[in-house]
């Protein structure tokens, strides 16, 4: 065998062309399928990401009677959490948010919403929302607040303006006075037609509660559910914190049920891309038949013969193998970093104006693209080696020398 295995090695080399035709096809097969697996699996995380950071935030920590029940009544009992917050490494930033339930009115209309109490110093730095104010600016202090434009347009109310904001929390009843400073446009119905931003002082006023009904975190992009799942451990059991995965439920499953639909079409490019291998290998073997006839002749046995063809498929595969592993890791590791795709995609795919990513779209990592690949490539590479083989253990030496 270690004989057969120099003579393939030889082989390999000595055919460089046809040698790095068929390493050129297997690592495209497996190059793409990583690009095109770490495309879908991005496209998903990309928009998770995007939208907790127009509804909610990267990461979110709020009592676990507050997730189940959004009562100022369920609020953190204290704050402390929010200092030691800041000492985790992956944690970036901090903010204090408390909502709660209102009617606000203006001088035409009134509109029953969920009001969030911000600190304004701070929102920017876990929330998306203060860079889509499109008219006005961003609160700056008590007595002001910001809406979303379409709420804005329901309610007649513009910038300036002074609109009324009533609630019913732990204080009883309570009103307020807010003079509108801004008004955010996203092409998020969630956030254009509900959001209404005021101080968190305010909001404490209203409601009587002197904490906050959540913390909200910027930690790093696409480690949300990690972090996530290691503030847990250290958190007091009737407090959590929840990633973009568990707050976007609903969005969570539109987006796996679109990830299913991606599989046919994977399968397909398997197909495809396994007959390109086998057909590469083949007809090498094809245009060799009077040299295979040579090497018969010379008294190497047919069924070792065989066993040369299938080494030769099966070294060159692995190097085409290894080389669309560092191609489609180092593109998709690179395109993980850089926005490249954003600008493209958010002109091609007009679904993408319901589901806003700020223009930003970064591919996925997951060692799990490797066996996707290799799974493309090890049915190429079983069919590549032997059909050819089995073509050449049947070779008669005398007629395939007279093939020109």
Do not use: C
């Not at 127009?54 to 009677?65: K, N, Q, W």
């Not at 010379?298 to 070294?315: C, D, K, N, T, Y």
């Amino acid at each position: 065998m270690k004989t057969l295995v120099r003579l393939a090695w030889r082989n390999v080399w000595r055919h460089r062309r046809r040698t790095i035709l068929l390493m050129l096809v297997v690592a495209y097969a497996v190059f793409a399928t990583i690009l095109y697996w770490g495309v879908i699996d991005g496209y998903e995380e990309s928009v998770l990401t995007a939208q907790a950071r127009f509804v909610g935030a990267p990461v979110l920590i709020m009592t676990r009677a507050y997730r189940d029940d959004p009562d100022p009544e369920h609020a953190l009992p204290d704050l402390t959490l929010a200092s030691a917050l800041g000492e985790f490494s992956r944690v970036h930033a901090v903010a204090l948010r408390l909502e709660f339930p209102a009617l606000i009115r203006s001088a035409y209309r009134a509109e029953s919403v969920l009001v969030r109490g911000v600190e304004p110093r701070r929102e920017d730095k876990v929330s998306a929302v203060p860079a889509h104010i499109v008219e006005g600016r961003m609160l700056q202090g008590p007595g002001e607040l910001v809406l979303g434009r379409a709420l804005a347009e329901r309610l007649d109310v513009r910038v300036g303006e002074r609109v009324v904001v009533d609630t019913a929390g732990p204080a009883g009843p309570q009103a307020a006075g807010l003079v509108l400073l801004g008004t955010v446009e996203t092409g998020l119905p969630q956030v254009d037609e509900r959001l209404v931003l005021v101080d968190l002082a305010d909001a404490r006023r209203l409601t009587g509660v002197d904490t906050a009904t959540a913390i909200a975190l910027d930690v790093p992009r696409g480690e949300e559910e990690v972090v996530a799942a290691e503030l847990r451990r250290f958190l007091p059991p009737a407090v959590a914190a929840y990633g973009p995965a568990e707050m976007l439920g609903a969005i969570r499953q539109d987006l796996e049920s679109n990830r299913v639909g991606a599989i046919p079409i994977a399968f397909l490019f398997a197909v495809v891309a396994a007959a390109a291998v086998t057909s590469t290998a083949t007809v090498s073997v094809i245009e060799r038949t009077r040299e295979f006839g040579m090497m018969a002749a010379l008294g190497l046995a047919p069924a070792r013969l065989a066993w040369v063809v299938i080494l030769e498929s099966a070294i060159t595969t692995l190097l085409g193998w290894m080389a669309g592993l560092a191609i489609g890791y180092g593109a998709v590791g690179l395109l993980a970093r850089v926005n490249l795709l954003g600008a493209a995609f958010s002109g091609l795919v007009g679904a993408w104006a319901s589901l806003p990513l700020t223009r930003e779209m970064y591919t996925a990592v997951r060692p799990v693209y490797a066996l996707y690949g290799s799974m493309t490539v090890f049915v190429g590479a079983v069919l590549a080696a032997l059909i050819p083989a089995r073509r050449v253990r049947g070779l008669r030496p005398a007629q395939a020398m007279r093939i020109q």
